[in-house]
């Protein structure tokens, strides 16, 4: 069982952990996560490094940091932490809803999620 922070800013995974966590990701969303990992590892520097928090075991790290905790962990801004986000999935998502990965994560997210096509494209 992964071990909690006792903050609760971070969950830490053993090796094996990481590749059960790993391993539990939906096919779904596979092709989703190597364009972000792509994205964050061409980019590096802080685009990297907030990424490999946000994603832990799916970047390869045995530590998995809560959202609003990451900026105080790597000494950025709140709002660069956003701003970084914002910016991978504006690059990411377009390419990622251009593949034919994606039909069948939008009806995996629909049941998972409850996230709909007309509810992503309102926001």
Not at 2 to 20: H, K, L
Not at 74 to 87: A, P
């Amino acid at each position: 069982m992964p071990t909690v922070s006792d903050d609760r800013s971070f969950i830490a995974f053993t090796d094996e952990e990481a590749e059960a966590y790993r391993r539990a990701a939906p096919p779904e969303a596979a092709q989703l996560n190597r364009l972000t990992a792509e994205y964050a590892r061409k980019q590096g520097g802080d685009v990297l490094a907030v990424t490999e928090c946000l994603e832990g075991p799916l970047m390869g790290k045995n530590l998995k940091w809560r959202a609003d905790r990451i900026a105080d962990h790597l000494g950025l801004s709140q709002r660069r932490v956003e701003q970084i986000h914002d910016e991978m999935m504006a690059a990411v998502w377009p390419v990622f809803q251009a593949s034919g990965d994606y039909p069948a994560f939008e009806a995996w997210a629909e049941v998972h999620c409850g996230h709909s096509r007309r509810e992503a494209e309102a926001r």
